[in-house]
């Protein structure tokens, strides 16, 4: 059964960092590209960042352009969200989804559960 799971969430001060991680379990994540959204309390889900399956081609949201990073590791099936220099406004439940290219993240399918981020002094 194909199911990604999020983790890494929590509250962090402003300016703080979190690293989430998407892993994969049911298939190889490898062979997919990953897509990290998020969807803050009466606004619509965003896509934040994604990663090709193939030479790591990866996209960002401008709004994190500078402060996110994504990467994989496919020996771990595991796709990571580095967010350094966090600001309220990144509060968000993130989730992650297996795209059919990145950055199509309107192909999103396959969502993880998510996972809370809270970015509050």
């Known amino acids: 059964q194909l199911q990604l799971v999020e983790s890494g969430g929590g509250l962090v001060q402003p300016g703080g960092s979190l690293r989430l991680s998407c892993a994969a379990s049911?298939?190889?994540?490898?062979?997919?590209?990953i897509g990290w959204f998020r969807q803050a309390p009466g606004k619509e889900r965003e896509g934040v960042s994604c990663?090709?399956?193939?030479?790591?081609?990866?996209n960002y949201a401008d709004s994190v352009k500078g402060r996110f990073t994504i990467s994989r590791d496919n020996a771990k099936n595991t796709v990571y969200l580095q967010m350094n220099s966090l600001k309220p406004e990144d509060t968000a439940v993130y989730y992650c989804?297996?795209?059919?290219?990145?950055?199509?993240?309107?192909?999103?399918?396959?969502w993880g559960q998510g996972t809370q981020v809270t970015v509050s002094s």
């Open positions: 989804a297996v795209l059919r290219q990145c950055p199509n993240y309107g192909s999103a399918s396959d």
């Open positions: 049911g298939f190889i994540l490898g062979y997919e590209a």
């Open positions: 990663i090709s399956s193939s030479f790591g081609i990866t």
